[in-house]
Structure formats: structure tokens, C-alpha cells
């Protein structure tokens, strides 16, 4: 993010693999199945805005994100604008360079030829198809994409005229001067996806085509359980959404995609802060659960407050 360079965003906007896009796929990933443990985590069950003091040093304040370009979640309310404006660096959980932004379109699709009606079959194939073309996505790229990716577009409303939160921030960040870090890289990211089966991925796809009727106000019922606030909502919608075809399936992977990907970005999190007046925004499901950051970081001995 820190590389200097022309807005990636101008004119890729209405693409599938502009970033605002990739980033609705991740979070529809976390909301298709969730295995946080809440048990330990009830004082962190309401609240986005959260201020980590170490015992020596300035605060910093880690903010949850909802990857929406909606303009309730995308104007920030006073107390995380002032939060913001005070911090000399923004952490998100990837940096959004030129390199990364090419490896997320990468990610996204097959190579060698393959195609993903080879891959899934033409019934399967045909009815991704109507689905995403009903999005308005074109049929040259359906028919590159990883089944996968698929699945999680399908999930996922397609991009409007807006940015999205965490871009926002990423633009206000460049603005005002201040140092840019990711927590992780793209490759970590989209590994995740990549290390799914070939059988594991087209039992996510035929999940997600049999169940599209339900997504829509699974996504509305996030988004009104993010303005509310509401971490504990969250997880019980994210819950609900297990209910598929394959659970195991689901389960191991949320694994890799929540809790391994918290201790980890928990870990990296340290050296920004202990330089302290760092705003570091993820996903707002990273932050509850026994699993949580918030938990994980007070266990490390940081005062965990709530601000908003």
C-alpha cells in the first residue's frame, strides 16, 4: 500500500477482479460457515472500535470492517473517524499494492487451459452460468474461474459505483500521509482457497448454487447486525449459515480461514503495537470469540478497551 502509483481502481471498478470485489468474496467465505468458540468471549461481544494499550507505549485502536460499499457502514461514525485521524499508520490485513492487486485477479482463475465447465461438468456449469450472468458478470470470465471462486461470487453482490470500507480507509490513509501495512500476503490469502480439493470445491459449489434463495438475507441480516454492533449476532448468523451439504468440510476450513488466521495475524500484529498510534482495520468477525483478536491480544497482556 505504500508504493506510489496511479488509483488501481479507476476503470476497473465494474470487473469481477477489481479489488472491492475480491474483498466481498473473503468476507462471503467467512459468512458460508464459522467455528468461533464464544464461550470466552462475552465482553467483546459488542463493539468495532477497540483501543490496545500496552503497558508501555501509545494505544492503538483496532477497528472491524464490513467489506460493504454501502454508505451507512462506509461513513465512519465520529468516535472511529477521530480514531483514524489520530494514527500515524493503517493496518489491514493486506496491502494493496500493484503486485497484489495482479496476484488477487490471478488467484481467482484457472491456468493451463483448464476450464471450469471441464472441471465441474456442463449441468453444473450451465447453472453457474445463468447465476453469474445474472450478476452481470461475463461469460469469458465465468468460464475462467476456479470453482472456488465461483462459489464465492455467487455469494456475493456484485460490485456498485461505491468503495468499500476498507479501501476507503486505505484512500483516506495515502491522503493524509500515513504509513500503510498488511498483516498478510496475498499468496497466504488465496492459499486458503487453494488448498481445497478439487471434490471439495465443487461440494462448495453446488452447496452454494442449491442454497442462493437464502443468501440475500443472510447478507442483509450481517449488515444489520454490523451497524448494530452486534459481534455476538454476527457470530450466530455465521453459525446458522454451517447448515450445508458438507459441515465437516466447513468447519475445517473456517479453521484456516478465522482462528489459524487470527493467532497469526495476532502475532504480526506486535511490532505495530509496541510502535503504538497505529489504526488497524480487519473484518469484524476476526474480532470476538475465544478465537478472537480482541481475546488473543488481552491474553498477551494489552488492555482491551472499548471505544465505539
Known sequence: MTTAYRNPFMNVKQSPLYPGYLWRLLLAAVCLAFTFSVSAGERFDHGLLWKIQPDNGAASYLFGTMHSDDPQVVNLPA????????????VVEVELDEQA?????????LSD?????????????QRTLKALAAQGMPEFMIARLKPWAAAVSLMTPPPGEGV????ALYQQALAGGKKVRGLE?????????????E????????????????????LDDVQAAYL????????AISKESMQGEDPLLAQRFMKKVIDDRNHRMAQRMQAHLREGRY????????????????????????RVTRVY
Open 79 to 90: 468516535p472511529v473517524q477521530q480514531a483514524f485521524d489520530g494514527a500515524t499508520g493503517l
Open 101 to 109: 492487486l495482479m496476484g488477487m485477479a490471478g488467484a481467482l482463475l
Open 113 to 125: 487451459g483448464r476450464s471450469l465447465e471441464g472441471l465441474v461438468g456442463k449441468a453444473l456449469y
Open 164 to 167: 468499500i470500507l476498507d479501501l
Open 185 to 197: 500476503t496475498v499468496d497466504e490469502q488465496m492459499g486458503l482457497f487453494d488448498s481445497l480439493s
Open 199 to 218: 471434490r471439495e470445491q465443487l461440494s462448495m459449489l453446488r452447496d452454494t448454487l442449491n442454497n442462493l434463495a437464502d443468501i440475500e438475507r443472510q
Open 228 to 235: 448494530e454492533r452486534d459481534l455476538q449476532r454476527l457470530l
Open 279 to 302: 489504526f488497524i482495520a480487519v473484518g469484524a468477525l476476526h474480532l470476538p470469540g475465544k478465537e478472537g483478536l480482541l481475546n488473543l491480544l488481552s491474553e498477551r497482556g494489552y
